[in-house]
């Protein structure tokens, strides 16, 4: 049977249109779920939104809508996003819909039976923009750590979850699991703040009522996180037990959200006796050229589907892999976009295709001759290092690595010079050329799935799997495509 693969990325708040910070998520796990499906494995990928919550109720007001009717408008905006830049999900959750409401219950009556929720009022203080109760000491000069905004002080009857319980036993996991949480990082971040008493969390709201109600107490609605942290387990079919097929996951999330992922949400798991995921991996923020994180409430961002108007889909994916260490910040700036797109993907590659497709139409008549791929080209394709990469989810390594071949089949043809060649040797050099492009076009399927269809056309071959990244695959006769320009440079 084939081996599962389950992933999950954050789900965004709707409270405004999608920005670049919110498609690289997209992006970067989109490329690790297509690498996997890449691999033959059977793969979940999902996505989605978070709609309840005080920043939405408070978002539809200022644009005079109600929030069912504000969210559906905005879901547009977001699933139109992931439409437009290929992202393959399996899965886009709204926890607004009514199967996610059954999860969140499921999961709530779970905690009530481990006798771990109680009735008390919560007072202190709460940032709206992140939905997230702080105390005075983590703040930043009384200000929220991530939105740089003054918090609002609360208070109001709830129901909470006793989370101090689990400290011992979830610092007990996190070390005995590196894998749990990373980058090391993060794991030593979080490791470092549990050094600290745990407190118990306020899990429903009783001052607004934009949320899924408790039973039995319709005055509270649960707390925004409890409710997103239930899609990973709606997701997957929870509370039906089929959801032990794909269960646990790979979370992949942003760096500001890992208090939620790497210490509510596993000892809520705990508390309801469901496995913890598999692991959590934190990427880091995309910020604006002049260094700040990309948000709607620091003001400035970049509107990926006005960027896609101006640069192909796939340089923009590309970039975002490859500029950015998974895991690290990394800055945006369409001059250094336009730089990449221009050397690695408009020369280094477009012009290693367009060569070939123009010398296999040139001299053989746009068929692939018989031959054999040259020893030393196949020797310069590093592939257990690119498959080592994507294991320990670093992208931009797979990429750079690539892209090394990529050159390797320049140099090939700068040092063949096969327009001063004939017969068996030229048949040789054309092959190995078509050959290679052709295992290139499968790796870079799982970063670039509309390029690696388009090198596809002009070799003459179909899309195909990991499996076949076996050289001297190419079938003799294959029947090569017009040669037709894969990036155009930009000014
Ligand atoms: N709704 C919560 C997540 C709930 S998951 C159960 C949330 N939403 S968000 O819209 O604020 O952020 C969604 C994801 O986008 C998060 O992982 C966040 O880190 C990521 N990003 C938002 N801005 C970002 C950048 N500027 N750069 C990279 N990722 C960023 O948090």
């Given at each position: 049977?084939?081996?599962?693969?389950?992933?999950?990325?954050?789900?965004?708040?709707?409270?405004?249109?999608?920005?670049l910070?919110?498609l690289y998520?997209?992006v970067c796990?989109d490329s690790?779920?297509?690498?996997?499906?890449?691999?033959?494995?059977?793969?979940?990928?999902?996505?989605?939104?978070?709609?309840?919550?005080?920043?939405?109720?408070?978002?539809?007001?200022?644009?005079?809508?109600?929030?069912?009717?504000?969210?559906?408008?905005?879901?547009?905006?977001?699933?139109?996003?992931?439409?437009?830049y290929g992202?393959?999900?399996?899965?886009?959750?709204?926890?607004?819909?009514?199967?996610?409401?059954?999860?969140?219950?499921?999961?709530?009556?779970?905690?009530?039976?481990?006798?771990?929720?109680?009735?008390?009022?919560?007072?202190?203080?709460?940032?709206?923009?992140?939905?997230?109760?702080?105390?005075?000491?983590?703040?930043?000069?009384?200000?929220?750590?991530?939105?740089?905004?003054?918090?609002?002080?609360?208070?109001?009857?709830?129901?909470?979850?006793?989370?101090?319980?689990?400290?011992?036993?979830?610092?007990?996991?996190?070390?005995?699991?590196?894998?749990?949480?990373?980058?090391?990082?993060?794991?030593?971040?979080?490791?470092?703040?549990?050094?600290?008493?745990?407190?118990?969390?306020?899990?429903?709201?009783?001052?607004?009522?934009?949320?899924?109600?408790?039973?039995?107490?319709?005055?509270?609605?649960?707390?925004?996180?409890?409710?997103?942290?239930?899609?990973?387990?709606?997701?997957?079919?929870?509370?039906?037990?089929?959801?032990?097929?794909?269960?646990?996951?790979?979370?992949?999330?942003?760096?500001?959200?890992?208090?939620?992922?790497?210490?509510?949400?596993?000892?809520?798991?705990?508390?309801?006796?469901?496995?913890?995921?598999?692991?959590?991996?934190?990427?880091g923020?995309i910020r604006t050229e002049?260094g700040?994180?990309?948000?709607?409430?620091?003001?400035?961002?970049i509107?990926p589907?006005a960027l896609a108007e101006k640069y192909p889909i796939d340089a923009t994916r590309y970039f975002l892999l490859r500029e950015v260490p998974f895991?690290e910040d990394g800055n945006f700036s369409e001059a250094a976009l336009k730089t990449r797109m221009n050397s690695e993907l408009a020369n280094d590659l477009g012009n290693l295709l367009n060569r070939t497709i123009v010398m296999?139409?040139?001299?053989?008549?746009?068929?692939?001759?018989?031959?054999?791929?040259?020893?030393?080209l196949?020797?310069a394709l590093a592939?257990?290092k690119i498959?080592?990469h994507m294991?320990?989810?670093e992208p931009h390594n797979a990429l750079a690595e690539i892209f090394r071949f990529v050159a390797a089949a320049n140099a090939y043809i700068n040092e063949k010079e096969p327009w001063?060649?004939?017969?068996?040797?030229?048949?040789?050099?054309?092959?190995s050329l078509a050959?290679s492009l052709r295992i290139i076009s499968i790796l870079l399927s799982a970063f670039m799935p509309s390029t690696s269809e388009k090198i596809n056309?002009q070799i003459?071959?179909?899309?195909?799997?990991?499996?076949?990244?076996?050289?001297?695959?190419?079938?003799?006769?294959?029947?090569?495509?017009?040669s037709e320009i894969l990036f155009r440079k930009a000014e």
């Open positions: 049977m084939a081996q599962k693969f389950f992933i999950t990325t954050a789900i965004d708040y709707p409270s405004g249109k999608p920005h910070g919110h998520e997209k796990a690790i779920a297509r690498w996997h499906r890449l691999k033959g494995e059977k793969v979940h990928f999902s996505t989605g939104l978070d709609e309840h919550g005080a920043k939405i109720r408070c978002k539809a007001k200022e644009a005079g809508k109600n929030p069912q009717a504000f969210v559906d408008e905005m879901s547009k905006h977001f699933i139109g996003l992931c439409k437009l992202i393959s999900y399996d899965d886009f959750i709204r926890t607004t819909e009514k199967r996610h409401l059954r999860s969140v219950l499921g999961i709530f009556e779970r905690l009530e039976k481990k006798g771990d929720v109680y009735k008390g009022a919560y007072e202190g203080l709460y940032c709206v923009e992140c939905e997230t109760y702080y105390l005075a000491k983590d703040l930043e000069k009384g200000k929220c750590p991530t939105h740089g905004t003054l918090p609002q002080n609360v208070k109001e009857e709830s129901y909470f979850f006793a989370m101090s319980k689990y400290r011992e036993k979830l610092i007990g996991h996190i070390r005995k699991n590196p894998e749990f949480i990373r980058p090391e990082e993060r794991r030593n971040e979080i490791l470092s703040r549990l050094k600290e008493p745990l407190q118990d969390l306020s899990i429903s709201r009783t001052s607004f009522d934009w949320g899924f109600k408790l039973p039995n107490e319709p005055s509270h609605v649960f707390y925004v996180w409890l409710d997103a942290l239930a899609n990973y387990l709606t997701t997957s079919g929870y509370p039906d037990t089929k959801y032990k097929k794909l269960w646990p996951a790979l979370h992949i999330i942003g760096k500001d959200i890992i208090w939620h992922h790497c210490v509510i949400w596993p000892c809520v798991l705990l508390s309801a006796g469901i496995e913890l995921p598999k692991s959590v991996f934190a990427h923020f002049s700040e994180k990309m948000s709607k409430s620091k003001g400035e961002v509107d589907i895991g296999l139409n040139k001299y053989r008549a746009g068929k692939v001759p018989k031959g054999e791929t040259d020893r030393k196949r020797k592939l257990p498959g080592k294991k320990n989810l001063k060649k004939d017969g068996k040797e030229l048949d040789n050099i054309l092959y050959d056309s003459g071959v179909k899309s195909a799997l990991f499996k076949d990244t076996k050289f001297n695959l190419l079938k003799p006769g294959t029947k090569t495509g017009k």
